[in-house]
């Protein structure tokens, strides 16, 4: 069932570069600029003459769309969940010298914002609109039913990847998607919203808003593909897809070295959970024992060193939900020392992997027309670790803690691939100094202000020069396509667009004094909004990432206001002293919330998890699987969960073929596995690490046999225990319960049948594959009496 990824790969650049170099003499430069008002292009008349044979004709090859002669590659590289205090390029203790080397080559720019949040991000970057005009006012996950929040990016917003891709540019996704449905990326699509829909010749990475690192849930285009080795033989999703994107771009260049190319490079970095090897985590062993109050200040007073912030900038006030460094126990400090060493550790690997895209840049044969784009980070830095940070992410995501001496006697394994760690709230704050809050919290500069990069060796003279003019990630669209030479065009795909409301802020790249790019922008994300006009912010903290089990509702709602021309950091609340501006500004909020689709607000955050979405599996409860069912997400597969259950397979086997998984959902952290092991049919239930095993008493028959698996729900609270009972021709063979069931979420791993993909629900298989033959499996639910 595994999938040799080269070969495929290989297969597909060559054929596409032997029909593009087939093409390339006929083409001719045309692009939006020339004042279409459409993409694609229409079919180019043909100009020859048409005879009764080739004797009497002339032939006319059509001309077809090319970028302009001068036009630049664009690298577009997004981190994940990185906080504005935390690599060295902007003042933090984490060292990136990769990214270091980048700013000394170009340009930083300090006041640059996303939308605080990932998917939403991703959305206003990719189509140059803001995230509710995009329909990703929030995640796919919690997904509603209206225009600004059901997360399918309509066509009437059409993406960068396809004006590139119709004016004659090579282009490629590489990583993180998470702006595709969650309950569309499955293999069996639909497959409109995908990267290879949405402007991309190439795409290999993931759908969803993370993925195990040692074990991802890897597509390439569209065909789900496994790693060609496992973590003990050294594999990490990071270096594949680097690999991938330094091959697709050389093999470009190979065939056709002037022709640009457009390239999306997004790592799930840094991202929970967290992967790195033990190696990466010890080289920060003991460089933070000092507490996330401390690395507060140490940034601040390095950022104002640096030029960074202002000299005159203050901290702003520290989160009275965060616990004092010094009132911790000794366990707690080692706990939470432990997590943030290997947050770094893993984020001194990604820059390493980073560096070694930009060396293989910095080697193209045009590397002088090349405009870099690093934005490092899609919101700030993550408290979604809670108050104690995890070791099981999707364990504490479920709701359910561990104690921090449970987590402790695991502390070697933190980072590997039996772990899935994020770190606790306080150092969410620090990574965000010197401003308030944290990732989702739209409403103030720590979820929103992300540092950036950009070099264009070409055209950015200014090397190591600082950009403080206030800028949001709506305005790469138009910054690209400035310098491509490409305008938006009126429609794409026989749809009429929406306007792009980024701007292009190409003007800095060659004045530090530039003009001011935007006066106004709003924010919202759950609820937690804002309002940037003229120098001013009116801010309203809302809801807390750690705490989605509240929705606070609209009734008392405090605002703040802070003139950031002045106060860089959001310190000083101005609201009581310039009541009139505040009011002018939460009127100015709701005119443009109107405007772009924000409402209907929405403060639910599990609540919303719960709301029923669109899904292939519609209003059924009976399934039949077969062989080649694998990598289907857990949206897309039957519901099992607080529910009573039944599972028959029919298998036909011999003696040498009695072993591997008929049916499997989950991984390590958690999840189920029905298998055969030395030929007895074995259930294993996995709930986040306290394993049940129920194994046959009889052996499997020879030829066809069924292996029908009972389960009955005790019922009452979500997550309620019940009896899994195993039988092998009806007849029963095993007998188990289990006290808990998982009420939420397995996690980020997938549903198959006849192997177990990525992170192994168990280790404890003899054969993973299976190795006899699957008829089918059916799947029945049953109602909760």
Not at 125 to 150: I, V
Not at 736 to 761: L, M, N, W
Request: negative net charge; hydrophobic residues 35%.
């Amino acid at each position: 069932m595994k999938t040799q990824q080269p070969i495929r790969f290989q297969l597909f650049i060559l054929a596409s570069l032997l029909i593009m170099t087939a093409c390339q003499q006929t083409r001719k430069e045309t692009s939006s600029s020339n004042g279409t008002t459409k993409l694609p292009y229409d079919d180019p008349e043909f100009q020859g003459k048409i005879g009764r044979t080739y004797r009497d004709s002339e032939m006319d090859w059509p001309d077809l769309p090319s970028p302009k002669a001068d036009a630049p590659n664009v690298i577009v590289i997004l981190l994940d969940d990185v906080g504005f205090g935390m690599t060295s390029t902007f003042g933090g203790s984490i060292p990136t010298p990769n990214l270091d080397s980048l700013a000394s080559e170009g340009l930083r720019y300090n006041r640059f914002h996303t939308t605080a949040v990932c998917g939403p991000t991703r959305a206003a970057l990719l189509t140059g609109r803001n995230h509710h005009q995009s329909g990703n006012g929030f995640l796919a996950e919690w997904a509603t039913g209206y225009p600004g929040y059901n997360t399918l990016i309509p066509r009437s917003t059409a993406t960068i990847g396809k004006v590139m891709k119709y004016n004659g540019v090579n282009t490629a996704w590489f990583g993180k998607n998470h702006n595709t449905p969650d309950w569309e990326t499955s293999a069996a699509g639909p497959f409109d919203r995908w990267p290879t829909s949405m402007g991309f010749d190439y795409f290999y990475g993931f759908n969803a808003g993370e993925t195990h690192q040692y074990y991802p849930v890897i597509f390439e285009n569209t065909v789900p593909v496994e790693p060609d080795k496992t973590p003990e033989e050294g594999y990490h999703f990071q270096t594949d897809m680097t690999d991938r994107a330094i091959e697709w771009m050389k093999l470009q260049k190979s065939m056709s070295p002037d022709k640009p190319v457009f390239m999306y490079y997004a790592p799930g970095a840094m991202h929970a959970p967290h992967h790195v090897t033990k190696e990466w985590r010890d080289k920060f062993k003991g460089k933070f024992d000092h507490g996330w109050d401390k690395e507060r200040e140490i940034t601040f007073a390095r950022q104002k060193e640096m030029g960074i912030v202002p000299a005159d900038a203050k901290l702003s006030p520290r989160n009275e939900d965060i616990p004092e460094w010094d009132s911790l126990s000794d366990e707690q400090k080692e706990f939470y020392t432990l997590l943030y060493e290997n947050y770094a550790g893993y984020f001194a690997f990604t820059d390493h992997e980073v560096g070694r895209l930009l060396k293989a840049i910095s080697e193209l044969p045009d590397a002088e027309n090349t405009l870099v784009m690093y934005i490092v980070g899609d919101n700030g830095a993550s408290a979604e670790g809670g108050l104690d940070g995890t070791i099981n992410e999707i364990k504490a995501l479920n709701g359910i803690s561990s104690t921090i001496e449970e987590n402790l006697k695991k502390a070697d394994e933190v980072g590997g691939p039996t772990t899935e760690p994020h770190f606790p709230i306080g150092w969410a704050f620090a990574g965000n100094t010197p401003f308030p809050w944290v990732k989702q919290v739209a409403s103030h500069f720590g979820g929103s202000r992300n540092p950036m990069v950009v070099t264009w060796p070409k055209v950015i003279k200014d090397k190591g020069g600082i950009r403080s003019q206030f800028l949001h990630v709506i305005d790469v669209v138009p910054t690209i396509l400035e310098a491509t030479g490409l305008e938006f065009p009126e429609y794409v795909d026989g749809v009429k667009q929406k306007p792009v409301v980024g701007k292009s802020f190409y003007s800095t790249f060659t004045n530090g004094n530039a003009e001011e790019i935007r006066t106004t922008q709003y924010f919202e994300v759950l609820s937690n909004r804002a309002i940037y006009h003229e120098g001013w912010v009116a801010a309203h903290q809302h809801t807390k990432p750690w705490r989605q089990d509240i929705a606070p509702g609209y009734e008392n709602e405090v605002w703040q206001l802070y003139n950031i021309d002045e106060d860089f950091s959001e310190a000083v609340d101005l609201a009581n002293e310039y009541p009139e501006k505040l009011k002018e500004l939460k009127v100015l909020f709701d005119k443009e919330a109107e405007k772009y689709g924000v409402y209907p607000l929405d403060d639910r955050g599990a609540g919303r998890l719960t709301v029923p979405k669109p899904s292939p599996l519609g209003d059924r409860t009976n399934f039949t699987f077969y062989e080649g069912a694998i990598r289907i997400p857990e949206t897309a597969s039957p519901n099992t969960k607080n529910k009573s259950w039944i599972l028959e397979a029919l298998l036909e086997t011999d003696a040498q073929h009695k072993e591997g998984v008929i049916n499997a959902i989950g991984g390590l952290g958690g999840g189920y596995s029905l298998y055969i092991q030395d030929g007895y049919p074995t259930f294993l239930y996995n709930f986040f690490e306290e394993v049940t095993k129920i194994k046959s008493s009889k052996k499997l028959p020879d030829g066809m046999a069924s292996v029908k698996l009972d389960f009955v729900y005790d019922g009452g609270k979500p997550g309620s225990g019940g009896v899994f009972t195993l039988f092998i021709n009806n007849e029963k063979v095993a007998e188990g319960r289990v006290d808990k069931t998982v009420a939420g979420r397995y996690g980020i791993e997938t549903f198959g049948i006849g192997i177990d993909s990525g992170s192994p629900v168990t280790k404890d298989y003899s054969a993973n594959e299976f190795l006899g033959r699957i008829a089918e499996v059916n799947i029945q639910l049953k109602p909760n009496k």
